[in-house]
Nanobody, 124 residues
Framework: QLQLVESGGGLVQPGGSLRLSCAASGFTLDYYAIGWFRQAPGKEREGVSCISSSDGSTYYADSVKGRFTISRDNANNTFYLQMNGLRPEDTAVYYC?????????????????WGQGTQVTVSS
């Protein structure tokens, strides 16, 4: 059974950091494009970052460039989103996703597999 499980969300003060993890089971991430998305109340799901499996190229939404870093650890079948300099507008449910193709995308419809989501709240 193919499954993605996120962890690492929580409550953090503005300017703080969190690292989200997404562990894959039932398949090997090596050849999958992976992405992170978020959805705030009343808003559409937004692509935050992704990384392709073909060449390791990455994408970041303008709103997170310079603050968030995506990475993958194929040996542990896990990928991460390091979030620094968090702002209240980063508050959302964060989802990880994987697609069996080599290239990643910021479009949610691109991805075949999704995690259950983890809440990130940035507030003082």
């Amino acid at each position: 059974q193919l499954q993605l499980v996120e962890s690492g969300g929580g409550l953090v003060q503005p300017g703080g950091s969190l690292r989200l993890s997404c562990a894959a089971s039932g398949f090997t991430l090596d050849y999958y494009a992976i992405g992170w998305f978020r959805q705030a109340p009343g808003k559409e799901r937004e692509g935050v970052s992704c990384i392709s499996s073909s060449d390791g190229s990455t994408y970041y939404a303008d709103s997170v460039k310079g603050r968030f870093t995506i990475s993958r650890d194929n040996a542990n079948n896990t990928f991460y989103l390091q979030m620094n300099g968090l702002r209240p507008e980063d508050t959302a449910v964060y989802y990880c996703a994987a697609d069996s193709g080599p290239l990643c995308s910021s479009l949610a419809t691109w991805y075949d597999y999704w995690g259950q989501g983890t809440q990130v709240t940035v507030s003082s």
